[in-house]
């Protein structure tokens, strides 16, 4: 079976989604279903990080399968992926054919096993190769703190959601500077993103992404808010001197040797 989905290629979904890259992922799949292929397989092996766009694609890309009768497998589904499509009851929707460990996971000989608290800030230009190494030195940061994996995944993607929302929809310029302040104490993590963009509160937006209507009403709102609310314990928003928005997310932690 997974010989058929290979005979019509696999399109693979690029880590770095623009209008360009996702109108081309859609094109090809359908040109595919427009051929009468009845597998389609998306290679995800190039999703080292997932924001709320990615599971938007995918989920479309369903929708586009089911109503041509179609199977859609994920093929090459990595550890962050899966964790996402769970935490917003997703994982059953979809079929994972092939899955992998992420690459470079591996945690160092000497892990800081009872490190004291320690604060530290990120800083990083409204850009897409900005945004990833900022999320690589964090992924960094939290690994030498001896972190268990899901913790360090989740609060790896929440600052990558975060992140990417900021470069995307707040306005600021490619020169501007976003900052994150990190304070990581032994059973928790606290980050405050701070961004002289365009006001936005999202606390104040519920939690309204329903699995059993993604499909059905092809809900494409709230999905991002929904993803950082259900991996972190606590969001509070203000808005500071009228120029600055201020995030705070607080997520408790899990250790390896605990």
């Not at 709102?221 to 993803?227: N, P």
Request: hydrophobic share 40%; with cysteine.
């Amino acid at each position: 079976m997974l010989a058929d989905a290979q005979s019509t290629g696999m399109p693979e979904v690029p880590e770095e989604l623009t209008s360009g890259s996702i109108a081309g992922l859609t094109s090809t799949v359908d040109d595919l279903l427009g051929s009468g292929c009845k597998q389609v397989a998306l290679d995800c092996a190039s999703l080292s990080r997932v924001t709320s766009t990615h599971i938007n694609v995918l989920w479309s890309i369903r929708a586009k399968c089911l109503e041509r009768s179609a199977r859609l497998t994920l093929n090459n589904v990595n550890e962050n992926l899966q964790r996402v499509l769970k935490v917003l009851d997703l994982l059953d929707m979809f079929d994972l054919q092939t899955t992998i460990r992420r690459k470079g996971s591996a945690r160092p000989e000497a892990v800081q096993a009872a490190a004291p608290d320690e604060e530290f800030t990120i800083r990083f230009a409204a850009s897409s190769s900005a945004v990833t190494s900022a999320t690589t030195e964090l992924r960094t940061r939290l690994i030498q703190r001896g972190l268990e994996e899901k913790s360090i995944t989740e609060l790896e993607t929440v600052f990558y959601e975060v992140a990417t929302n900021i470069r995307l929809h707040s306005g600021i310029s490619r020169g501007e500077t976003v900052t994150v302040a990190i304070a990581l104490s032994r059973h928790e993590a606290v980050m405050e993103f701070k961004d002289c963009g365009k006001e936005f509160d999202p606390t104040s937006l519920p939690d309204n992404f329903v699995p059993s209507e993604v499909i059905n009403r092809r809900q494409r709102r709230g999905i991002g808010v929904t993803l950082i609310k259900r991996m972190t314990d606590d969001m509070r928003y203000i808005r500071e001197n009228g120029h600055f928005n201020i995030l705070t997310l607080r997520k408790s932690l899990e250790r390896i040797d605990e």
